[in-house]
């Protein structure tokens, strides 16, 4: 079970087979064309401020929404759609406010990249299809659509394609934030463990280092040491035989008989 089926799992049971009907796939496709139409022709501005709108370090986390475009899209209307946007936001086409303008080209350079690379797509498209099977999992139970948009589940017999894809979009990039905050995480665990590891080896280098200079004094000073421990010796010696020169017997006078 991967990462992103065991957050399923863990939010609304067992990971579930597509149930929803093939009118309402079509209708969402229909409905998500139609958004991407209109959204399409935004103005430099308006794209500038979709891209930079608070909450956009999320919001940009799926490459497909920032550059508008179905995850379906061939290669080549995936590079279609990345120079339209990019000339809309570049800096050279907005001078009146370059700052912002950069920041939202950055975002596209960095979602058509992401695209690029194989392996991200797929990870971009495993949350995407993640989130559509989370939602049509809730409505095969017959749960409201719009009650299940306000974190509430209650039992309804109709379902509403807009809803569908309100609700697919909102828990699509609820799995984007979710796995960056658990991408960071990590990362700053990694950043911790990496910087106990190299504080320890610091320590262990300059304990080292400690260790070497005290042989070294002890080897360079071991002739001193020496050399007065004999001085020491040869002086002890000298002052014995001193000592002993003082202590000569009394003479012994002799007796005179008369």
Do not use: C
Not at 47 to 62: D, K, T, V
Not at 192 to 219: D, L, S, V, Y
């Amino acid at each position: 079970m991967n990462e992103i089926t065991e957050k399923m799992a863990s939010a609304g049971g067992e990971p579930s087979t597509p149930s929803v009907s093939d009118e309402l796939f079509q209708n969402f496709y229909t409905e998500v064309k139609q958004i991407e139409k209109r959204d399409s022709v935004l103005t430099s501005k308006q794209q500038i401020e979709r891209l930079l709108r608070p909450g956009s370090s999320y919001f940009n986390l799926n490459p497909f929404e920032v550059l508008q475009i179905d995850p379906e899209a061939t290669d080549d209307e995936l590079k279609k759609r990345f120079r339209a946007l990019s000339i809309l936001v570049h800096p050279d086409k907005n001078q009146d406010d370059p700052d912002r303008a950069q920041k939202a080209f950055e975002a596209v350079d960095k979602a058509y990249k992401l695209l690029l690379d194989p392996e991200q797509k797929k990870r971009a498209l495993d949350v995407i299809h993640a989130g559509k099977e989370y939602v049509e999992h809730n409505v095969s139970r017959g749960f409201n659509l719009q009650m299940f948009r306000k974190g509430k589940l209650q039992d309804v017999e109709e379902d509403d394609p807009e809803m569908f894809r309100q609700a697919v979009y909102k828990q699509t990039m609820k799995l984007f934030a979710e796995l960056e905050i658990k991408r960071k995480e990590r990362e700053a665990k990694d950043m911790h463990e990496r910087k106990r590891a190299r504080e320890e080896e610091i320590e262990a280098a300059e304990k080292a280092k400690r260790e070497r200079e005290w042989q070294k004094n002890f080897e360079e000073t071991r002739d001193g040491r020496v050399d007065s421990w004999r001085n020491f010796q040869a002086k002890g010696k000298t002052k014995e035989k001193k000592n002993r020169s003082f202590l000569k017997p009394p003479k012994v006078k002799m007796e005179q008989r008369e």
